[in-house]
């Protein structure tokens, strides 16, 4: 596509509930990043994908929250038993490659949880 | 680990010229990159600087000084439609290539 997609642009759910948000990159974009804003705040580093691997998970707050990018193209960040403070919204980018210089960034995914 | 700060807010008018400033705190380093934000649109690119110096691009230039940790976005002729909030972001740290972003300084252009 044109740029990176993400699906759906909102998303209200009831906390307790399990969630999934849809990334599809720039075709041929090898790297992939799941980041995640609040208000007023930067985007917060979540995960890495180079490829088909998870190359870093270290910015996932805690086993509630999980990626796969089983093709090495779309990714879905999904979240257990959601809770109030997940409410944020969801940003995934990606580059062409390791390494690169620009992060194509979608559009975004507006989590709420009430 | 790393650490990023820049002023929060940011006012000027119109066909003003402003500096945002970044200062960061890394183990390791490779560049430092901006994005501009529109209210609820996506981070845009709009510059790199792995070495030191300054870098143009149209009306937007990025000076960077690793001996400093140390960068700043210059804005040039200010348009209302940059009223935006502005990121600084970092990587390298620990070999690292995934950009860390600093919280943003939000830009209020005035007519």
């Known amino acids: 596509g044109a740029g990176v997609s993400q699906t759906p642009s909102n998303k209200v759910t009831e906390k307790g509930k399990y969630v999934e948000l849809r990334c599809d990159p720039i075709?041929?974009?090898?790297?992939l990043y799941w980041y995640r804003q609040s208000l007023g705040q930067g985007p917060e580093f979540l995960i890495y994908?180079?490829?088909?691997?998870?190359?870093?998970d270290s910015g996932l707050p805690n086993d509630r929250f999980f990626a796969v990018r089983p093709e090495g193209s779309v990714s879905t960040l999904k979240i257990q038993r959601t809770e109030r403070g997940d409410s944020a919204v969801y940003l995934c980018?990606?580059?062409?490659?390791?390494?690169?210089?620009?992060?194509?960034f979608g559009q975004g995914t507006r989590l709420t949880v009430v | 680990g790393q650490s990023l700060e820049q002023p929060s807010e940011v006012t000027a008018v119109e066909g003003a010229i402003v500096q945002i400033n970044c200062t960061y705190q890394?183990?390791?380093?490779?560049?430092l990159s901006w994005y501009q934000q529109h209210d609820g649109g996506a981070p845009t690119f709009l510059s790199y600087?792995?070495?030191?110096g300054l870098e143009e691009t149209g009306r937007f230039s990025s000076f960077l000084s690793r001996s400093d940790s140390y960068g700043y976005l210059l804005l040039q002729e200010l348009q209302m439609k940059d009223s935006a909030s502005y990121f600084c972001?970092?990587?390298?740290?620990?070999?690292?290539?995934?950009?860390?972003f600093g919280r943003g300084t939000s830009l209020i252009v005035h007519p």
């Open positions: 890394t183990s390791g380093f490779y560049g």
């Open positions: 994908f180079q490829g088909t691997g998870a190359a870093d």
């Open positions: 075709s041929g974009h090898t790297a």
């Open positions: 600087n792995a070495l030191d």
């Open positions: 972001a970092v990587s390298g740290s620990g070999g690292s290539y995934i950009p860390t």
């Open positions: 980018a990606s580059m062409r490659e390791q390494g690169g210089t620009e992060a194509f």
